[in-house]
């Protein structure tokens, strides 16, 4: 059973135990556009709560994505960076994009839930 | 570059009602509100335009006429020579041909498409610098010449493989145009200026119309299947493609010409012992430059790894070296070779082709190698 919350700069986490899946919204992949470019953090970095972990550009801009709680990073999706279309057809499934170990999981507190995320971008 | 981007200031062009229609997003860009991309999305629009074809508004763009007070065409075009390092006297009549206005340090004040339409001069210039444009000729050209900005028109560009067969339909002339063929010519019955040219690289034609049949146009070319309206987005890594200088980015007005690589644009009577040589604002320093040669210059960089380089990243000789060389002037990724692709300045030493380079992006030394332009073959029809 997981639990998905989501950072006011459209990040989104599911929670399974101490371990969180990081990706972007589809709300934030439509605003992106295109996404042609994915650079992920290499596996063993330790992630501080707001720092820029990962990047993803479309044809027009880049854009950073911002590490949405502090962690070890376990695992990254290298499928993302090898098809990053992935991310507009898939941004809350396959297009995700690293796994952290939950520092601290007070941090958690600050996350919007899906109703929140919803207000807040409507 | 974006001047006048205040929400409240923005201008729309006659086709604004028709982007909104079509699902356009609408982005501030030189002051007036335009379509960044429709729903379709930058990359299936580039794409699309290289494939079929494309429609891009691009009524923000300045449009002039220039008349010699004297009547004739000679003496508008003697008289536009003082102002752009281009021969303009023998342009000849239907034909039109790329051109800058120089400041007296050899810069660029901006670049432009100049048309002879057989009793004046049509000219196209930048959204962003056209009422500096407008006064710049004013300021200089007034005495023998009648300048008049042609505000009640819209600019619709087709482009691409398909864009021939497409306005045929509207314009039989439309084929036997060649590229750079400019005039006056009917276009489903509207009075158009029509020139086989574009900002793609591509195959294509603007078409100058009446704002007031503006809508009707565009809408008659997107009933044709093969056609997709174009936003901003897509013109942009187009023409980045097709190795075309943007303005303000890629040339302005600390870059001369020659440091531009647009020496093919200045022909060979307004060069040193040519009939018209010199007579220009900036005419000393950039001759020089073509004499004695210019201490940079614009190249064409692909990258080795799939990161974009973008705008404003610093151009290194090495892995390690402290001091960059150069300066990247647009980049990003280039659909139809699904590839990176940049342009920028370095020194000439370092500017031949294959020669290696590094960029800087997020703290990292990305290799580049300096490459020809255009990137993407373009496809006029001579």
Known sequence: ?122 | MLACDDKNSLRRTPLYGLHVSLGGKMVPFAGYEMPVQYPAGVLKEHLHTRSSAGLFDVSHMGQIALRSKSGTVEDAARALERLVPQDIVALAPGRQRYAQFTNADGGILDDLMVANFGNHLFLVVNAACKAEDEAHLRAHLTEGCIIDSLTERALIALQGPKAEAVLAKLCAEAPSMKFMDAGPRKVDGIDCFVSRSGYTGEDGYEISVPAADAERLAKALLANSEVLPIGLGARDSLRLEAGLCLYGHDIDTATTPVEAALEWSVQKSRRTGGARAGGFPGAQKILAHFDQGASRRRVGLRAEGRAPVREGALLFADATTTEAVGTVTSGGFGPSLNAPVAMGYVPTAQSALGTKLFAEVRGQRLPLTVAAMPFVKNTYKR
């Open chain 1, 1 to 122: 059973m997981t639990t998905t919350l989501y950072t006011s700069d459209h990040e989104w986490l599911d929670i399974d135990g101490d371990v969180a899946t990081v990706g972007i919204t589809d709300y934030a992949q439509q605003q992106l556009g295109d996404v042609v470019f994915v650079e992920l953090p290499k596996v063993g970095r330790a992630l501080k709560k707001t720092e820029a972990a990962a990047v993803v550009e479309s044809v027009k801009a880049a854009s950073d994505v911002y590490a949405p709680i502090s962690g070890e990073v376990l695992e990254v999706n290298q499928a993302v960076v090898d098809e990053p279309a992935l991310v507009n057809s898939d941004a809350a499934g396959k297009a995700w994009f690293f796994k952290i170990k939950i520092a601290d999981k007070s941090e958690l507190g600050g996350l919007m839930d899906e109703a929140a995320y919803k207000a807040h971008t409507a």
